[in-house]
């Protein structure tokens, strides 16, 4: 039997040139094989990847935000806490300080008080004691201390006020007299019309003579014409009558 006609029409040579054509076209399949599979793990891994990184990004971005608002919220706190802390330590320390005042003008008080009482035990009668915020006061008729009728301080009397202005200790004294308007002083009060001249008056020949005969500072002298802090005193037992001298001992630092 013959060949066929087309293959007839073939020679050898040729179809040599066929077979290794296709063996020549191989690589280039192979080549847009592997260029298929990368794009596909391109875009299968890579893609997403690359997604996922920028949204981490985008998270870690937000975290340092937060973080340096959180940073900054801790930083005033803290300088509020600081000031807190100051505040605190301020108003304890004036507590103290306002604490230990206090004890040291109680324990004034007290001392002062002992001292000057203890002079008017020996008096009979005419005599007070008191205590005010800051302050203990001594009231003593004035007949225990001026000679009748007169602005003269009687030997007595000048007596009675060096002993208090020594159980003082020296402390400030505020000298106040005070002047029965019923009393009959004829002579003090033709030369003293009004009241309050006699009452400065007799204060004043007081102050003199603590300072004169007592040794009294002029500097911590004081005379007025009203009683001490006269709401603010308490006095123990019966306190002397409208005509009365005060002495009234100041117990500030």
């Known amino acids: 039997?013959?060949?066929?006609?087309?293959?007839?029409?073939?020679?050898?040579?040729?179809?040599?040139?066929?077979?290794?054509?296709?063996?020549?076209?191989?690589?280039r399949v192979?080549?847009?094989?592997?260029?298929?599979?990368?794009?596909?793990?391109?875009?299968?891994?890579?893609?997403?990847?690359?997604?996922a990184h920028a949204e981490l990004l985008a998270q870690h971005k937000t975290v340092v935000e937060k973080t340096k608002e959180l940073e900054k919220n801790v930083l005033q706190a803290n300088t509020a806490l600081r000031a807190a802390e100051a505040r605190r330590d301020e108003l304890e320390a004036r507590e103290q300080k306002q604490q230990a005042q206090a004890t040291a003008l109680k324990q004034r008080s007290e001392s002062v008080h002992a001292a000057l009482?203890?002079?008017?035990?020996?008096?009979?009668?005419?005599?007070?004691?008191?205590?005010?915020?800051?302050?203990v006061v001594v009231a003593l008729a004035d007949n225990l201390v001026f000679a009748p009728g007169k602005l003269d301080v009687k030997p007595d009397g000048q007596q009675l006020l060096c002993e208090l202005h020594k159980?003082?200790?020296?402390?400030?004294?505020?000298?106040t007299a005070q002047v029965?308007?019923?009393?009959?002083?004829?002579?003090?009060?033709?030369?003293?019309?009004?009241?309050?001249?006699?009452s400065a008056a007799r204060a004043a020949s007081?102050?003199?003579?603590?300072?004169?005969?007592?040794g009294a500072s002029r500097a911590k002298l004081a005379t007025g014409t009203l009683a001490p802090t006269a709401s603010k005193v308490t006095f123990e037992g019966a306190k002397?009558?409208?005509?009365?001298?005060?002495?009234?001992?100041d117990l500030g630092e």
């Not at 002079?119 to 205590?131: D, H, Y």
């Not at 002397?240 to 001992?249: H, R, T, Y």
């Open 1 to 27: 039997m013959g060949k066929p006609s087309w293959e007839a029409a073939m020679s050898e040579t040729d179809l040599e040139g066929l077979r290794s054509g296709g063996q020549r076209s191989w690589p």
């Open 30 to 51: 192979v080549a847009w094989v592997l260029g298929i599979v990368g794009l596909t793990v391109l875009l299968a891994f890579y893609l997403p990847l690359s997604s």
């Open 117 to 135: 009482g203890a002079v008017l035990q020996k008096r009979k009668g005419g005599t007070a004691l008191g205590t005010g915020p800051h302050s």
């Open 167 to 175: 159980a003082s200790a020296g402390r400030p004294l505020t000298v």
């Open 180 to 198: 029965d308007p019923k009393a009959a002083l004829a002579g003090l009060k033709r030369q003293y019309p009004d009241i309050w001249g006699l």
């Open 206 to 214: 007081v102050a003199e003579v603590l300072e004169s005969k007592c």
């Open 240 to 249: 002397p009558g409208p005509a009365q001298v005060a002495l009234e001992v």
